[in-house]
C-alpha cells in the first residue's frame, strides 16, 4: 500500500444523515446517492478501517418536527426510531451487493430484523472487518441520532466521528442566510456551543468534549471525501 493510502484513522464512526440518503428527491431513498457513498465505504474497508455508521431518519420522519405538537413527544421520537431501521436496512442491502459483510444493530430489540446492540459484539464485528450499521439512534426519546453517533464512538473508542452533511464544515453562519458567513477550518467545542453553531445539539457536542473525540464535519455531496478525511486530507472543519 503506498504511504499516502495509509489511513490516518484506523477506526471511525460516520454519520449518514436521512435527509443525504434522500438525494434530490428529499424524501425516501436515493439508491444512486447510497450506491456511491457504498462504494466508498467499501474502499475504506478495503483499505483496513473499521467503520460503524449511524443513520438518521429524516427522509421519512423527525420527531419533535413531524410531531408538530399533534402526537405525543416520545411516541413521536419512538417513530423517528423505526424509521432509522428502514435506512439502516437499505445501507446494508446495498453494502452487501457490493460483498461488503454487514451488522445491524439496533438499540431497540426487533430481533427479526436485527441484532440488539451489544457493545462487545459490536467491537467484534468491527474487529473482524465488518461494516456495523447502528439504528433506533441511543434508544431513548428525546436524544438525537447525532448524540448517538458520539455515544457509540465513545463506547467503541472510535478515532474520530465523521458527519457527511449537506454543509463542507461549519459556517459562523447560515451559508444560505448570510453571504458574509465563513467556515472555520478548526474550531473548539467551547466556541461551538457558546456560538450556537449548527454543527451537532449541545449534548452530542458536549458528550464528544468530554471524551476527547474529533468530529470531522464536511459535505457529502461528493462521498470521496469519506475516503479523503479518513486518509488524512483537509477537509471540512475539525471540530476538537
Same mark, same amino acid.
Given at each position: 500500500?503506498?504511504?499516502?493510502?495509509?489511513?490516518?484513522?484506523?477506526?471511525?464512526?460516520?454519520?449518514?444523515?436521512?435527509?443525504?440518503?434522500?438525494?434530490?428527491?428529499?424524501?425516501?431513498?436515493?439508491?444512486?446517492?447510497?450506491?456511491?457513498?457504498?462504494?466508498?465505504?467499501?474502499?475504506?474497508?478495503?483499505?483496513?478501517?473499521?467503520?460503524?455508521?449511524?443513520?438518521?431518519?429524516?427522509?421519512?420522519?423527525?420527531?419533535?418536527?413531524?410531531?408538530?405538537?399533534?402526537?405525543?413527544? *416520545? $411516541?413521536?421520537?419512538?417513530?423517528?426510531?423505526?424509521?432509522?431501521?428502514?435506512?439502516? &436496512? #437499505? =445501507?446494508? +442491502?446495498?453494502?452487501?451487493?457490493?460483498?461488503?459483510?454487514?451488522?445491524?444493530?439496533?438499540?431497540?430489540?426487533?430481533?427479526?430484523?436485527?441484532?440488539?446492540?451489544?457493545?462487545?459484539?459490536?467491537?467484534?464485528?468491527?474487529?473482524?472487518?465488518?461494516?456495523?450499521?447502528?439504528?433506533?439512534?441511543?434508544?431513548?426519546?428525546?436524544?438525537?441520532?447525532?448524540?448517538?453517533?458520539?455515544?457509540?464512538?465513545?463506547?467503541?473508542?472510535?478515532?474520530?466521528?465523521?458527519?457527511?452533511?449537506?454543509?463542507?464544515?461549519?459556517?459562523?453562519?447560515?451559508?444560505?442566510?448570510?453571504?458574509?458567513? *465563513? $467556515?472555520?477550518?478548526?474550531?473548539?467545542?467551547?466556541?461551538?456551543?457558546?456560538?450556537? &453553531? #449548527? =454543527?451537532? +445539539?449541545?449534548?452530542?457536542?458536549?458528550?464528544?468534549?468530554?471524551?476527547?473525540?474529533?468530529?470531522?464535519?464536511?459535505?457529502?455531496?461528493?462521498?470521496?471525501?469519506?475516503?479523503?478525511?479518513?486518509?488524512?486530507?483537509?477537509?471540512?472543519?475539525?471540530?476538537?
Amino acid at each position: 500500500m503506498a504511504e499516502q493510502d495509509v489511513p490516518v484513522y484506523k477506526r471511525v464512526l460516520i454519520k449518514l444523515s436521512g435527509e443525504a440518503l434522500a438525494g434530490e428527491k428529499r424524501f425516501g431513498l436515493d439508491f444512486d446517492v447510497m450506491t456511491k457513498v457504498c462504494r466508498v465505504i467499501k474502499k475504506c474497508v478495503d483499505a483496513g478501517v473499521e467503520i460503524g455508521i449511524v443513520v438518521g431518519a429524516g427522509n421519512f420522519w423527525r420527531g419533535v418536527k413531524d410531531g408538530g405538537g399533534k402526537i405525543e413527544r *416520545t $411516541r413521536a421520537d419512538h417513530m423517528g426510531m423505526m424509521a432509522t431501521v428502514m435506512n439502516a &436496512l #437499505a =445501507v446494508a +442491502d446495498v453494502l452487501e451487493q457490493m460483498n461488503v459483510s454487514v451488522r445491524v444493530q439496533t438499540a431497540l430489540e426487533i430481533r427479526a430484523v436485527a441484532e440488539p446492540y451489544i457493545r462487545l459484539k459490536a467491537d467484534k464485528h468491527l474487529k473482524n472487518g465488518r461494516v456495523v450499521i447502528f439504528g433506533c439512534g441511543t434508544g431513548h426519546p428525546y436524544f438525537s441520532t447525532d448524540t448517538a453517533v458520539v455515544l457509540r464512538a465513545a463506547e467503541l473508542n472510535a478515532d474520530a466521528i465523521l458527519m457527511a452533511k449537506n454543509e463542507d464544515g461549519v459556517y459562523s453562519a447560515d451559508p444560505k442566510l448570510d453571504p458574509f458567513a *465563513t $467556515r472555520f477550518e478548526t474550531i473548539s467545542y467551547d466556541e461551538v456551543l457558546s456560538r450556537h &453553531l #449548527a =454543527v451537532m +445539539d449541545s449534548t452530542a457536542t458536549s458528550l464528544s468534549m468530554d471524551n476527547n473525540i474529533p468530529v470531522i464535519v464536511f459535505a457529502l455531496k461528493d462521498p470521496e471525501n469519506i475516503y479523503r478525511v479518513i486518509m488524512g486530507e483537509k477537509i471540512g472543519t475539525v471540530v476538537g
